[in-house]
């Protein structure tokens, strides 16, 4: 069985950090990239970063960029994101996706409604950044 599990948010104040994992299980991270997308409150669900753990690419949106990192443990089948220097407009839910490698280099540009384009994707978590 396939499973996605986000956790580490929680509130932090500007100019603070998190770091979110992504723990996946029924499959290992060199057979999907994962991609961390998020939705603010009336907004779609934005892609900001992926990983392809199959050559170690990254990538992140403008928004993010600079200020936050993703990292994989294999050994752990974990995936993470660090997010330093957050701003109040971080915050949002917090998803996980597994997808089709070479659809990697496009998260960061999609904006969605819908994670059924995708394999997997996780249920979120909370990240409030206080002003």
């Known amino acids: 069985e396939v499973q996605i599990v986000e956790s580490g948010g929680g509130l932090v104040q500007t100019g603070g950090s998190l770091r979110l994992s992504c723990a996946v299980s029924g499959f290992t991270l060199d057979e999907y990239a994962i991609g961390w997308f998020r939705q603010a409150p009336g907004k779609g669900r934005e892609g900001i970063s992926c990983i392809n753990n199959d050559d170690g690419s990254t990538y992140y949106g403008d928004s993010v960029k600079g200020r936050f990192s993703i990292s994989s443990d294999n050994a752990k089948n974990t995936v993470y994101l660090q997010m330093n220097s957050l701003k109040p407009e971080d915050t949002a839910i917090y998803y996980c996706?597994?997808?089709?490698?070479?659809?990697?280099?496009?998260?960061?540009?999609?904006?969605?409604?819908?994670?059924?384009?995708?394999?997997?994707w996780g249920q979120g978590t909370q990240v409030t950044v206080s002003s």
């Open positions: 996706v597994a997808l089709t490698r070479w659809y990697c280099a496009t998260v960061p540009a999609t904006t969605t409604d819908t994670f059924e384009e995708y394999d997997y």
